[in-house]
Structure formats: C-alpha cells, structure tokens
C-alpha cells in the first residue's frame, strides 16, 4: 500500500513539473521561452489611441530589435522589461526614434523585410545587485552565419499578452520552410525572406506576434513579420537576419546610439537653431 501511495506521489510530482514547463492553448502546445530575458513586449501608439503589442528582441541595453508594416514617423512605443525583483515585476522604457533596414513600403511582407530598431530614450537596467549578480535582462546572439536545412524544426519566441498580469514570454516549434515552396504560394519573394509554418497547429496570424524571434539551434535567425491580411492557411513571412548583420553590427557600434540622451540634446538644439533661422529669415522676408 505504502508502496503504491509513493508511485502516485511521484507521479503527480512529474505531472506537475510538466504542467510547468508545458502549456496548451487550443492545439497550440507552447513551452516558457528559454530566451524569456532577451525578449521584450513593445506597446505601440500612432496617436489612434488604439495601441498595438508586439514583440521585440534586446540587442543591447538601449536597442529593441522589432517589426512594422509601414511605421509612420509619429509611432511611439514603450518597451515592457520583466524583473522579478522589481515591486511592480517589470519596468518600462520610452522609444524616442525608429531604424529602418529598408525605407521602402513594407505592407507585404512576402516583398519587403520588416527590421526596425528603436532606440531608447533611457537604457534598460541588465544587472542589479552588489556584484551585478541579479540579470534581468540580456541581448540576443545572432550568428554571422545562421545554418539551418529546409525543414529544419526551429522555435519561434513570442509573447502571450496579459491583462492584469505580466506578459508570458514563451515558445513554439516552427518548421523552416524552403524559399521554393514559399514562391509557390506567395509567388515573388524578396532575398531576404523566409517563410515559417507552425509545427503542430495553424494559428500563427494570433500565436506569433509581430517581431517574434525565430531561433534556429540557439542563434537569432529571422523576425516574425506583420501580415495586416494575415490567412492561417498560409506560411509567415519572417525577415531574415543574415543580410541585416551589418546594419545592426554599425548601429551596434554607432557611439551616438550608445547614449540616446546625448543624441537628444543634439536633436533639441538642431531643431532650437533651425527655428532661430526660421524666424530670422521670416523677420528679413517682412523687413
């Protein structure tokens, strides 16, 4: 008896440590996200007073790597960073300007990458504690040269949105899907995409947030992009990483985004002076 009493009490030990460790939405199992404190939720205003949510990968303390279809110069996001030592369990951080990898329009995502960095006004805090022990957050690693076969059975990271709570960051298996077989659904692709398929359901249009990091044998491979016609029946588009490496490796080492606040000032004081000419030239015309 007493024998049997200890097998259904580590039984139930092991159905609750799976419990938390493996979730189930629908059809979509998830798993918490092994790069939980790589990943950030992104709050976005174009001033509709409708904000949107979307997720954004940590390059370094003071840049967000994320996506939009067709951002306008007006959007204003904040940046949400889990800490679980923090009263409130997360802090926020405020964008103040948005990189481009391409200018160009976006809306299809199949025929533009969509790579945007924000720059933040303040960096984030990535270490507390006496000896900087307490991490809370940490950039992603991204690899010069991302290997992964057609077929390959990578994980996408995303966030689950919360109500009253923090958002869950977590993680679904994605299968890489070869850029043949992409064509034949989206006809004309751009170079720099690559189309994902969800592994063991089809509700990516709602799984997979906007900026949602794909990772491929743990290196940042591609960025989950913004379908506003989204159609779970077809593949997502993702930008791939490999060809924005230089972009991101020049912003990375740009001393001036190292300290946006000094870039701040430098903005205010080029805008303060371009109004003083304004206005004398204003002045002269009246003269």
């Given at each position: 008896m007493l024998k049997n009493f200890k097998h259904i009490f580590y039984f139930a030990i092991y159905l609750l440590s799976i419990h938390r460790h493996l979730f189930v939405a629908g059809e979509c199992s998830y798993e918490e996200s092994a790069e939980k404190k790589s990943l950030v939720s992104v709050h976005c205003d174009d001033d509709d007073d409708d904000p949107d949510t979307r997720a954004g990968v940590i390059l370094s303390s003071r840049l967000i790597l994320t996506a939009f279809a067709r951002p306008t110069p007006e959007y204003w996001c904040q940046v949400q960073i889990e800490d679980d030592a923090a009263p409130t369990k997360s802090f926020l951080r405020e964008s103040w300007e948005?990189?481009?990898?391409?200018?160009?329009?976006?809306?299809?995502?199949?025929?533009?990458?969509?790579?945007?960095?924000?720059?933040?006004?303040?960096?984030?805090?990535?270490?507390?504690?006496?000896?900087?022990d307490h991490e809370i957050a940490k950039p992603m690693l991204y690899s010069k040269t991302p290997n992964y076969p057609d077929g390959e059975e990578c994980t996408a990271h995303t966030v689950i949105e919360k109500a009253h709570e923090i958002d869950e960051k977590v993680s679904y298996p994605v299968i890489m899907m070869s850029d043949d077989d992409c064509k034949k659904i989206y006809g004309e692709t751009d170079d720099d995409i690559k189309c994902i398929t969800m592994k063991d359901c089809s509700t990516h249009c709602t799984t997979l947030l906007p900026g949602s990091a794909v990772i491929c044998k743990g290196d940042l491979v591609a960025i989950v992009s913004e379908h506003h016609s989204c159609d779970n029946e077809k593949p997502r588009a993702c930008a791939e990483i490999i060809s924005a490496r230089s972009w991101i490796s020049n912003i990375l080492q740009n001393a001036s985004y190292a300290s946006s606040s000094c870039r701040i000032v430098e903005l205010i004081n080029l805008r303060i002076v371009l109004s003083l000419n304004i206005f004398v030239i204003t002045i002269l015309k009246n003269y």
């Open positions: 948005t990189l481009h990898f391409r200018d160009e329009i976006n809306d299809n995502p199949w025929l533009m990458p969509q790579l945007q960095i924000l720059v933040l006004y303040s960096p984030m805090v990535l270490t507390t504690g006496k000896f900087k």
